[in-house]
């Protein structure tokens, strides 16, 4: 496996198949969590290389979600990459502001996932 782990948040169980499939081609860890909360929990004790946060989640969104591990002293060096079906300039620019690292919009192809994934790794 390559050096680290990278966490998927995202509570669309499709999408975190998916995306665990096409990152184990590449025979990168995968961890995936469906909740914010749950998301943050192992971002805490598991320490992933990076993050996939979607920005829709049931308990809180992932702006709430990326606030929290930036304002983190254990999580905040994490790069996290947005991940999101909305194609709008605002959210954008919300996640730029809340110090996410980059954003990919759905649907993606696995190569442009695995750039913006190997500009952080």
């Given at each position: 496996m390559k050096d680290g782990k990278i966490l998927i948040i995202?509570?669309?169980?499709y999408v975190c198949?998916?995306?665990?499939?096409?990152?184990?081609?590449k025979s990168y860890n995968v961890i995936i969590a469906n909740e914010g909360q749950r998301g943050?929990?192992?971002?805490q004790t598991h320490q992933p290389k990076l993050?996939?946060?979607?920005?829709?989640?049931p308990d809180m969104d992932g702006f709430d979600v990326l606030t929290k591990?930036?304002?983190?002293?254990?999580?905040?060096n994490i790069p996290i990459?947005?991940?999101s079906g909305r194609e709008d300039y605002s959210a954008l620019a919300k996640a730029r502001g809340l110090m996410s690292d980059d954003y990919i919009i759905k649907p993606f192809t696995s190569e442009d996932?695995?750039?913006?994934?190997?500009?952080y790794l």
């Open positions: 995202d509570d669309d169980k198949d998916t995306l665990k499939a096409i990152l184990e081609t943050l929990e192992i971002a993050i996939l946060l979607d920005i829709k989640l591990i930036k304002d983190n002293e254990t999580t905040k990459v947005m991940v996932l695995f750039k913006k994934i190997e500009k």
